[in-house]
């Protein structure tokens, strides 16, 4: 399975981006898709999954009523609209697909296949 993030870029606070995830190969094999992200000097934190047949879906607190992860199953790609920024939200953002198991839905190391990564920048 092959990711490919694109989207980033720079960002005035307030502003909005969306990322976007395509994935090829097998997807089958990777039933839920992430989006995680890792600011310079930081561990990678999750953002958000859900599953590519639909059902629930997970934010971290820190996005949540802001970001909004989507799907287009069509096109296998995968969506995170982002609102109301933040400059704490700049970071290097992956998209990120496996089939983790419950219990580490949030946990990077769960995730078999990642994207290259895309650059969001937000200014003050």
């Known amino acids: 399975v092959q990711l490919v993030e694109s989207g980033g870029g720079l960002v005035q606070a307030g502003g909005s981006l969306r990322l976007s995830c395509s994935a090829s190969?097998?997807?089958?094999?990777?039933?839920?898709a992430a989006w995680f992200r890792q600011a310079a000097g930081k561990g990678r934190e999750i953002v958000a999954n859900?599953?590519?047949?639909?059902?629930?879906?997970y934010y971290a607190d820190s996005v949540k009523g802001r970001f909004t992860i989507s799907r287009d199953n069509a096109k296998d790609t995968v969506y995170l609209q982002m609102n109301s920024l933040k400059p704490e939200d700049t970071a290097a953002y992956y998209c990120?697909?496996?089939?983790?198991?419950?219990?580490?839905?949030?946990?990077?190391?769960?995730?078999?296949?990642w994207g290259q990564g895309t650059q969001v920048t937000v200014s003050s």
């Open positions: 190969g097998r997807t089958f094999r990777t039933p839920t």
């Open positions: 859900m599953r590519w047949s639909g059902g629930s879906t």
């Open positions: 990120a697909a496996g089939s983790p198991s419950w219990s580490l839905l949030t946990t990077a190391r769960a995730y078999e296949f």
